[in-house]
């Protein structure tokens, strides 16, 4: 095992080495218009300009991370070495943060196109002991709504069940930092891990259409609790509540902003603060944060629950559009620990349109103030390491 990580690990920086000299200047010829934030050094998302510090802790989560990691090794096992070369990244590689939605270029790890059904039952293990059972329907279903979409643009090419990509960082290991990606067209997951410890942003999920009424995957709908649940707190505010949280009540375009690369954002907190919600109302904003954060193992997803319930206080709920049982509308989330944005989009296949529909949904969970890829968290591992080994 030690030779094979070896001979990838060297691979891996030959292959690296022959693609930047193969490139233009300016670029890795892997994204369109992401390079320029790509080669900003990672800060994190940020209010008010500056990363608080102290926020997240190397410290036992008490839910076992052994099953994420036989699983990974199990589906690393059985791949090609042709295969394990192009999956395989170090952990603190840029890879992790060259996500992207739009299926411009050939993502990079490992694709279900070119896996056998042993290979793609291995990665669909991965998923299933990362995430909770919610978590591995939404993405199987969205995975199977972009083969309706290719059905429905009759563009295999751009679209299909079987586009998305894996890549693995670092050796999985129940004591070093790893982490795992899928990447590909409306399902994005980054899945750090440290010890027993996991950070699971950023995620983007979505999906158009989000409702198959026709084709293979006929009855298959994705993303109406996320915009149920949304809607059910701004509907129990009263006027003066919703004076404040709604920015404004006219939705005639796009309103995510912390899409692919847009890991380093200055966005401060705007909306209604939690604190001046009444006990009930405080209920359904977390129930709304649960129904993105519940996409984590079960395990997992209390310990992130119990973070944002910490920070409450300092919790806000913004809202763009209308707010009857029919209206299109961006919502927002933001905590010192926790960023959620949900947003319906214009149509983009297999037609345009020029107003946002509830046939096209975005969505976005993000860890602000650094810890986005679990970045503080392997920072602080890096720092701790230096300091044991300056001691010996």
Request: aromatic share 8%; net charge negative.
């Amino acid at each position: 095992m030690l030779r094979r990580n070896i001979f990838i690990l060297l691979s891996i920086a030959a292959v690296g080495l022959l693609t930047t000299l193969a490139q233009p200047p300016g670029g890795r010829g892997r994204r369109g218009g992401g390079q320029a934030s790509l080669k900003e050094p990672f800060r994190g998302i940020t209010a008010g300009g500056k990363i608080e510090a102290g926020l997240f802790k190397i410290e036992p989560s008490g839910v076992s991370t052994e099953p994420v990691v036989k699983a990974a090794n199990a589906f690393l096992a059985k791949l090609t070495e042709d295969q394990s070369l192009k999956t395989m990244f170090p952990v603190d590689d840029i890879e992790w943060r060259s996500w992207d939605n739009r299926h411009f270029y050939k993502r990079r790890g490992v694709g279900f196109d070119e896996m056998n059904e042993e290979q793609r039952e291995l990665a669909f293990g991965l998923l299933k002991a990362s995430l909770s059972a919610k978590g591995l329907k939404q993405s199987q279903d969205i995975m199977k709504l972009n083969g309706t979409l290719a059905e429905l643009a009759d563009n295999f090419d751009e679209y299909g069940e079987w586009l998305y990509w894996i890549t693995i960082m670092g050796d999985p290991s129940t004591t070093k930092p790893w982490g795992w990606q899928i990447d590909g067209h409306h399902l994005i997951i980054n899945y750090f891990v440290l010890g027993d410890q996991v950070v699971m942003s950023p995620v983007f999920v979505g999906s158009e259409p989000v409702h198959a009424t026709s084709g293979k995957f006929t009855g298959t709908i994705v993303m109406q609790d996320e915009q149920a649940k949304g809607l059910a707190v701004i509907q129990a505010l009263n006027e003066e509540q919703k004076n404040t949280a709604i920015l404004s009540s006219v939705k005639d375009g796009n309103n995510a902003l912390t899409q692919a690369y847009k890991d380093n954002v200055d966005l401060d907190y705007s909306g209604l603060p939690a604190a001046r919600m009444d006990k009930k109302q405080q209920s359904l904003l977390l129930d709304a944060v649960a129904e993105f954060v519940g996409t984590m193992n079960d395990g997992h997803a209390k310990v992130k629950m119990d973070e944002v319930k910490q920070h409450m206080d300092r919790t806000y709920f913004a809202w763009v559009g209308g707010t009857t049982d029919t209206s299109v509308y961006y919502y927002r989330i933001h905590s010192p620990v926790v960023l959620i944005e949900f947003d319906h989009e214009r149509r983009v296949a297999p037609f345009r349109s020029r107003e946002p529909t509830r046939e096209h949904i975005h969505a976005v969970l993000r860890t602000p103030n650094g810890n986005d890829y679990g970045k503080d968290l392997l920072r602080q591992h890096y720092e701790q390491h230096h300091k044991a080994a300056g001691s010996n």
